[in-house]
């Protein structure tokens, strides 16, 4: 008997680590991509802005992919012989996209609004981490729908000021919660329909 | 509890039937090579019919429940009729063998085994229909509070909820009970099995039962505690299966009459398929002499006693709508009777009420195929009866535009008759391989019998005679045993050596006797109060979980109700109740018997096999302090046994 409870309480135990470990959730898992792109350098060092190449976040519900042309429009002048940018240029001459590997990926039944996060002041930083010290981007949140409900149950805990939503390193003020309650009502967001199920399912 | 005899007339045994005859009789169907040709008729059938199951499940996985008839406004057609329909033939067995444990209705014997195994496989074909109905069966442990990813949790304010706590804790219990009560079975099937295999796979299973004075003790303890405990579970399953319609504001639904109405139509039920099974297997396994007429009689009276109640309550279903005045119940009754499905009603009328009222008449009840008819046509009714109380209230309710109608497709009967084939396979297989009467309870129905106890061995092993030299200094010896012919004389013998100063001595028998534990000195079994304790900690776990998830982990708004409703947690503290108190009981006498145990020394004894079966041992160990190889073999010896025997380690 003693055997079958340890057994049970083993494999729960074994679940529970498995189900939130990097093999299931892909958090620190590095992908390699099609190009040696370092948002370490672009972000970090030279101080990119992160609109510079994701131009739709603010309106749409996609962040969007910069196309071949964004990064020729520096790459043309800026290391243009550079043995790392020779995938870029064939894909410019050939005007065929960079085939990019996702990251970050969300089920298909989960309508999710990159514009309205961004207004509301969730910021980037929130979802991704440092991208600004990554030099191959990694998810650095498991994308659980637990982790999702942590901020839509409470977003007071977790916003920030509109100016700060695009901010690497913000460390939250001492006083968030005063304050985070103060945005939510001056944003408007209504923190009893969050929890909606059709929020996120539509 | 050495029983009387009974009296011929309403024998619950035909007379004759000894330890050892009961013992081969109802072990002799399953250890053996030939099988009768009908149930291989049978095996086809089912066989058949479970083809037909998967290939409509996997039909209705690769397509989607679209497959079936149900769709607005009748969410619910088919599969939760046949769902309550299979959860009220369960109902039979956990009464026959638990209620009618308890009122000491010793008829209960040679069909509660079969009925509790019947209970199992109904529960199986039952929650069959839920698991399909969500959509995604490999989701379908999301009805239990499962901490996830998600974050979230089952809506303990929903019936749908407590139905799947309900239908879980008497799938456990009723499966503890009836693996509980097969163990000392299992034991004579084991020490009976020549073959090897056999032996293996009974003794795996029976754990290494010997029937000691003690372990019968502490399992008669256990086995009223679960009782009691199932009882509780009987009353309360299908009363929390009709709230899946009673809680709900349909017309026709939303009524308080259901619980015990539908607690009785389950019982009908369950008897009437206990009959259309029993009838045929009486037959074919020729057991007529251990399920007998009185059996059908008194089975027929309860399907009569029942089906009453359940007319009962047809007519204060008519009599509120009406009375109630309210027109959308008025004109329910009215749909019902006269309206697109006015024709399940009158089948339900001729079924459930017309027919039933045969079981008035002995001469009904005395003849095994009229009453195999008439619980046929219960069967079908009490099917009926649901699909009238499902699809008679979804079609039509407040609103005209919204009505419609149903038709059950190719699939929907596809699936009831897979179930039905999985349930008479889940059958055949039990009666092929498992005792289906319980043989150690039928042990005390019959009057022990000096007349079958020639000593086969006895000539081999003279009684007291071995070599008195040899058995002093031996380290490898156990003890001594000695073997009698009956529970009596066990009694006594067990008592005189108590009183002559031995301490580490114990009884075996093949069937629990009430006298002997006070004569071999021991305490009456604690298992009780750890029940009581275990039934506590499960009801504080269900109210700490239900108040966990509703105002801490999920807190949901539903209609503006306060999270903390606690009248609604009441179901689901129930039936934790319920389970921790079972398990305690069942885990706790296998623990305090010190179950499973591979090896034990008394094993060693030549004759011990017939410990399980028909005979009645003493043994006094070693490690007693007054023991002496050569004084105790002669005070045993003393006590006129068949024989004594040497037990090596």
């Known amino acids: 008997m003693f055997v079958v409870i340890s057994l049970l309480v083993g494999l729960a135990a074994i679940a529970y680590l498995l189900i939130n470990s990097p093999v299931v959730t892909g ?13 370490a350098l672009h ?50 001459a050939q005007n065929k996209p960079i085939e990019w590997v996702r990251v970050h990926n ?53 916003i920030r000021p509109r100016d700060a939503v695009l901010t690497m390193g913000w460390t939250a003020p001492t006083d968030q919660a005063e304050m985070g309650s103060t945005l939510v009502a001056e944003y408007g967001i209504e923190k009893a329909r969050l929890m909606d199920c059709s929020v996120c399912h539509r | 509890m050495i029983a009387p005899t009974p009296e011929p007339a309403d024998a619950i045994v035909a007379p004759g039937h000894t330890y050892r005859s009961i013992t081969e009789k109802i072990s002799g169907i399953v250890l053996t090579r030939s099988t009768p040709k ?59 063998s638990a209620i009618l444990l308890l009122f000491r209705q010793t008829w209960r014997t040679s069909i509660n085994r079969f009925a509790e195994a019947m209970t199992l496989f109904a529960i199986l074909c039952a929650s069959m229909y839920p698991v399909l109905h969500v959509g995604r069966p490999w989701l379908a442990y999301w009805l239990f509070p499962v901490p996830n990813t998600l974050d979230l949790w089952p809506q303990f304010r929903s019936p749908l909820v407590w139905d799947a706590f309900a239908i879980g804790t008497y799938a456990l219990v009723s ?60 009353i309360s399953v299908h009363s929390i299966v009709s709230f899946d319609f009673a809680v709900g504001v349909l017309p026709g639904w939303h009524s308080t009459v259901f619980p015990p109405y539908f607690v009785a139509g389950a019982i009908f039920s369950g008897f009437a398929m206990v009959l259309t099974l029993l009838i045929p297997l009486r037959k074919l396994y020729h057991i007529e002499d251990l399920v007998t007429a009185k059996h059908l009689d008194n089975m027929a009276k309860v399907m009569l006693a029942t089906g009453l109640f359940v007319i009962y309550g047809y007519l204060t279903e008519a009599f509120i709508a009406w009375y109630s005045g309210n027109p959308v119940e008025r004109f329910w009754l009215y749909n ?60 039509r309710d407040f609103l005209p535009s919204s009505w419609g ?162 009248p609604s947690f009441i179901i689901v503290v129930f039936e934790m109740t319920i389970l921790f108190a079972a398990m305690t009981t069942a885990f706790g006498m296998l623990f305090s018997n010190r179950l499973p145990q591979p090896y034990h020394a008394v094993f060693n004894a030549s004759r011990f096999r017939h410990a399980s079966q028909d005979r009645f041992f003493l043994c006094i160990e070693a490690r007693d302090p007054k023991f002496d190889a050569v004084q105790t073999k002669a005070f045993l010896a003393g006590l006129h046994p068949a024989q004594v025997m040497d037990v090596e380690k």
């Open chain 2, 405 to 566: 109608t149903f038709s059950g497709t190719v699939w929907d009967w596809a699936t009831i008759l897979g179930t039905i084939g999985l349930f008479i396979f889940l059958i055949l297989l039990f009666i092929r391989l498992l005792p289906m009467i319980s043989m150690f309870e039928m042990r005390h129905l019959v009057a022990p019998n000096p007349d079958v106890a020639p000593t086969p061995l006895a000539a081999a092993t003279p009684t007291g005679e071995q070599s008195p030299g040899a058995a002093p200094a031996s380290n490898t010896l156990y003890g001594l045993m000695a073997e009698f012919d009956d529970p009596h004389t066990l009694v006594e013998v067990a008592t005189t050596t108590y009183q002559a100063g031995y301490r580490k001595i114990d009884a075996y028998s093949p069937f629990p006797i009430e006298e002997l534990p006070v004569a071999l000195g021991l305490r009456a079994s604690r298992l009780p109060f750890y029940a009581l304790a275990g039934g506590m900690v499960g009801a504080l776990a269900g109210l700490a979980l239900q108040y966990y998830v509703s105002l801490v982990a999920n807190p949901w708004n539903v209609g503006g109700r306060p999270l903390n409703s606690w």
């Open chain 2, 38 to 96: 009908p149930w291989f008729a049978g095996m086809a059938l089912a066989m058949g019919l479970l083809l037909l199951f998967l290939y409509t499940v996997a039909h209705l996985l690769t397509t989607g429940i679209g497959i079936w008839g149900n769709n607005q406004p009748v969410g619910w057609g088919f599969d939760i009729t046949s769902m309550v329909w299979w959860i009220g033939i369960a109902h039979a067995g956990t009464l026959i």
């Open chain 2, 336 to 395: 019902r009777t006269f309206g697109p499905y006015w024709w399940a009603f009158w089948a339900l009328m001729l079924c459930n009420v017309l027919i039933p009222q045969a079981l008035w008449f002995k001469g009904v009840r005395s003849r095994p195929i009229l009453l195999f008819l008439v619980a046929i046509a219960v069967d079908i009714g009490m099917w009926i009866e649901r699909y009238v109380i499902i699809v008679g209230g979804l079609h």
């Open chain 1, 106 to 158: 969300l089920p298909d039944y989960v309508y999710f609004n990159h514009a309205i996060h961004v207004k509301q002041g969730v910021g980037c930083e929130t979802c991704h981490g440092r991208i600004d010290q990554m030099p191959v981007v990694a998810k650095t949140e498991s994308m659980q729908m637990s982790w999702c409900l942590d901020c839509h149950r409470n977003p007071e805990n977790h």
């Open chain 1, 27 to 39: 958090v620190r898992i590095a992908r390699t991509q099609p190009v040696a792109y370092s948002h």
């Open chain 1, 43 to 92: 972000v970090g060092e030279l101080g990119l802005d992160c609109r510079y190449c994701h131009t739709p976040v603010e309106v749409s519900n996609t962040a969007g992919i910069p196309p071949t042309e964004t990064c020729m429009g520096c790459h043309a002048e800026i290391a243009p012989d550079s043995l790392a940018l020779a995938p870029v240029r064939n894909s410019y």
């Open chain 2, 175 to 234: 499966l503890m009970f009836w693996f509980i009560g097969l163990v000392p079975d299992l034991a004579a099937m084991r020490d009976r099995a020549e073959n090897k295999w056999a032996r293996y796979f009974y003794g795996i299973l029976a754990m290494g039962w010997r029937g000691e004075a003690g372990h019968w003790q502490r399992y008669e303890t256990a086995y009223l505690l679960l009782a009691a405990l199932a009882t509780a579970l009987v």
